[in-house]
């Protein structure tokens, strides 16, 4: 079930001598990215569709293909590689590398042992971290928070994610989830029921999985254009939004409302520098980042300035960087 084949992009000319590689696993709801990286540059990548209704340990023989081709293709032995980064939508204990909770995905993630897969495999060490702290690590490192030692990353899509960096070092907590929730930060403690339990969580009152109730309980959605949308996504949103549709404009300010209130949440909790943004919604981060910066700046406490928000830099890898980083700084503490 590979999505697409290999793409490279370095030169074959570099032959021999690969030294360190790192494998990272991005283990997503909807595609699982596999990558290598040499030197902290991604040199090799494939994707697989999930199948993350029927759990994990389904998934691992498909992995294991996929790691093995990525091997041969890259004329790598398995001693050449330092270890698997493994980057996890739930939470994650970090110390034990293993799966904690998980929100209706891989719902077998508990029960995994994936330290000792990757040890009989290939007997390479493996390290899981939460997906949002990963790709929060990735920024860091190679990406729109570079040089920066306070950071909040907040992830925009089917739910809402986040981590947290302060003073240069990941909010972990004592259960390991610090930082993490941010999507459930609740924003209207009469709202809607959310999937973690709670009742209106920054999710449950906007974010993918909610954006189809949000419009179909408009009193006017039935004189929308939208109500001919085939999937009720924000990228429907967005269009005719932009085209003032009066109800998708509605509904998307109310969304705008309810993240900028998250994420101000999220500034007085954790005094971040900057904030970086990424998830699939942020594909219109043109309307997005102006309007919650605006709200920003009108509504959080900053007595020393102003927050900046800004768009990550590698949306689609930025975890990949962040596992490679995390395989190298634990083997080398
Ligand atoms: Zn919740």
């Known amino acids: 079930m590979k999505k697409q084949s290999h793409t490279s992009s370095f030169s074959p000319s570099l032959g021999g001598g690969w030294g360190e590689a790192v494998i990272a696993i991005d283990l997503g709801g ?3 990215k596999i990558g290598l990286l040499k030197e902290g540059q991604l040199v090799d990548r494939t994707e697989i569709i999930a199948q993350s209704a029927s759990g994990l340990k389904a998934q691992l023989p498909e992995l294991e293909m996929a790691i093995n081709q990525m091997l041969k293709s890259n004329q790598l032995s398995v001693t050449e590689v330092l270890g698997i980064g493994f980057s996890f939508a739930g939470l994650v204990d970090s110390s034990k590398n293993r799966i904690l909770s998980t929100n ?5 993630g508990p029960d995994t042992d ?11 060490p493996l390290f899981a971290m939460n997906d949002a702290r990963m790709a929060l690590l990735g920024e860091w490192q190679h990406g729109a928070g570079k040089g920066c030692s306070d950071l909040v990353m907040v992830t925009l899509g089917t ?18 989830q610090a930082g993490n929730l941010g999507g459930h930060f609740v924003v ?11 009742i209106g969580c920054v999710e449950a009152e906007a974010s993918t999985w909610r954006l189809p109730t949000l419009l179909k ?3 006017e959605f039935s004189e929308s254009l939208m ?3 085939e999937v009720l996504d924000f990228r429907a949103l967005f269009h005719h939004a932009g085209n003032n549709d009066r109800v998708a404009k509605e509904v998307l300010d109310h969304c705008l409302s309810v993240w900028a209130a998250g994420i101000i949440t999220m500034i007085h909790a954790f005094d971040p520098e900057l904030i970086i943004l990424s998830g699939g919604i942020m594909k219109s981060s043109s309307v997005i980042l102006p309007a919650l910066q605006e709200k920003v700046n009108n509504l959080a406490w900053m007595p020393w ?9 590698f949306p689609d890898s930025a975890a990949l960087y962040g596992a490679d980083y995390l395989v190298r700084s634990s083997i080398n503490k």
Request: with cysteine.
């Open 30 to 32: 909807t595609i699982i």
């Open 104 to 108: 209706q995905k891989y719902d077998d």
């Open 114 to 124: 994936l330290v000792g897969w990757a040890m009989e495999k290939w007997n390479w």
């Open 159 to 176: 739910g809402i994610g986040s981590a947290v960096l302060i003073g240069g070092e990941l909010l972990i907590g004592k259960h390991f």
């Open 188 to 198: 209207n403690h009469k709202g809607s029921a959310c999937t973690c339990g709670n």
């Open 217 to 219: 309980e408009h009193p």
């Open 227 to 229: 109500k001919n949308e």
């Open 305 to 313: 300035g102003k927050v900046k928000l800004v768009e990550a830099k």
